[in-house]
């Protein structure tokens, strides 16, 4: 063990640090790479979730905008009032669901932690055990508030003019 510990473990204890002796740099680079299928990854290519692959195709097409707008400028064009909806537009955050993050469409109110989320979400949760997924506590179908007021506005905001 003290071979063990002398030879492996002690080499390590400056990991996590910029000094590790004189002259001297450890890297620890490590890559990263998400499969959905079984098999190689396809030629060395990551794939990615489609929520971050939503968002950097969100950025890309915003910085595009960005690029087109600063053209016009300079070249003395106008702005034509183009309303593009960006591919993975955000919802506020207040009419997502804390636990999957998605836009409810039937927001209820879990009186054991005080919490809002959609109607399936709570439901899911009696079934699988009827506990709150915030606290633990027990949770029934008769603890749960329905929230209109809400549930309009995020129907307004889904049939806002684009």
């Not at 003290?2 to 000094?19: E, G, P, Q, Y």
């Not at 060395?44 to 195709?57: A, D, E, K, S, W």
Request: charged share 30%.
């Amino acid at each position: 063990y003290r071979k063990h510990f002398f030879d492996d473990l002690w080499t390590l204890r400056n990991k996590w640090t910029n000094k590790v002796g004189e002259g001297e740099s450890l890297s620890y680079k490590v890559r990263v790479s998400c499969r959905f299928r079984p098999g190689e990854t396809s030629g060395g290519r990551v794939c990615l979730p489609l929520h971050q692959f939503l968002r950097l195709r969100r950025q890309k097409k915003a910085k595009q905008q960005e690029e087109q707008d600063e053209n016009r400028e300079n070249h003395g064009g106008t702005n034509g009032g183009t309303n593009d909806i960006f591919v993975g537009e955000r919802d506020p955050e207040e009419f997502c669901d804390p636990l999957l993050g998605s836009l409810m469409r039937d927001p209820v109110l879990l009186t054991s932690s005080g919490r809002i989320v959609d109607r399936t979400v709570a439901m899911q949760c009696i079934q699988r055990g009827g506990r709150d997924p915030f606290n633990g506590q027990r949770l029934t179908i008769h603890m749960l508030t329905p929230q209109p007021e809400l549930a309009t506005r995020i129907q307004t905001w889904r049939d806002r003019p684009e």
